[in-house]
């Protein structure tokens, strides 16, 4: 099982009317995001 980590208090300013939308698989493993999320959260997509 993956550690739980702190929250780290950063703020990210984004768009008030960005949706944040992201799946993950039972093991916690990223299967979709969107593209505000991705932008957020900093990620590189790979299509695929």
Do not use: D, W
Not at 27 to 45: D, H, K, P, T
């Amino acid at each position: 099982m993956r550690k739980k980590l702190p929250v780290t208090q950063r703020e990210y300013p984004f768009s008030a009317g960005a949706t944040l939308i992201s799946i993950t698989a039972p093991e916690g493993r990223l299967i979709y995001a969107n593209s505000a999320f991705v932008e957020v959260r900093g990620l590189v997509c790979h299509a695929g």
